[in-house]
């Protein structure tokens, strides 16, 4: 449905739901008859997301896009209006969560003789933290 597609990408580039109100009843009134909330509202460098959020959201169906497929060709020139972000993930993983990766390593090399074994999953685990504390 083109519509909650229009929802979750307002969400996904915004960080919130462009109809969200603090009473249940009033975010149903506002998604049937108030135009959204746009992302350049929380912050002005997603101005070029309005236009496609607008038309996903748009309360009559024939104003929508037509088909997924119409909708797709604009994501992808949207997508691709955007710079690369500047950083890889891996660094900034490791620095939310390279204590955790850190404390799991330990748990791994010194595991506790009460829990069962997982090596599978050890191992795996291993890979992932080597890999994230690499990188800083």
Not at 91 to 111: H, M, S
Request: aromatic letters at 6%; hydrophobic letters at 40%.
């Amino acid at each position: 449905d083109i519509f909650s597609l229009g929802i979750v990408l307002c969400e996904m580039v915004s960080g919130r739901h462009p109809f969200i109100r603090a009473d249940p009843m009033e975010t149903l009134r506002a998604t049937q008859h108030e135009p959204p909330r746009l992302p350049s509202e929380v912050d002005p460098r997603l101005a070029p997301c309005d236009a496609v959020v607008l038309r996903m959201l748009a309360k009559r169906p024939e104003d929508r896009y037509p088909d997924g497929q119409a909708a797709y060709h604009d994501l992808i020139a949207l997508a691709r209006s955007f710079p690369p972000p500047p950083q890889r993930l891996g660094p900034y993983v490791t620095r939310y969560f390279g204590e955790e990766f850190a404390q799991l390593l330990r748990a791994i090399e010194n595991p506790d003789p009460m829990l069962p074994a997982l090596p599978e999953l050890g191992g795996a685990l291993r890979r992932a933290g080597e890999s994230a504390l690499a990188v800083r």
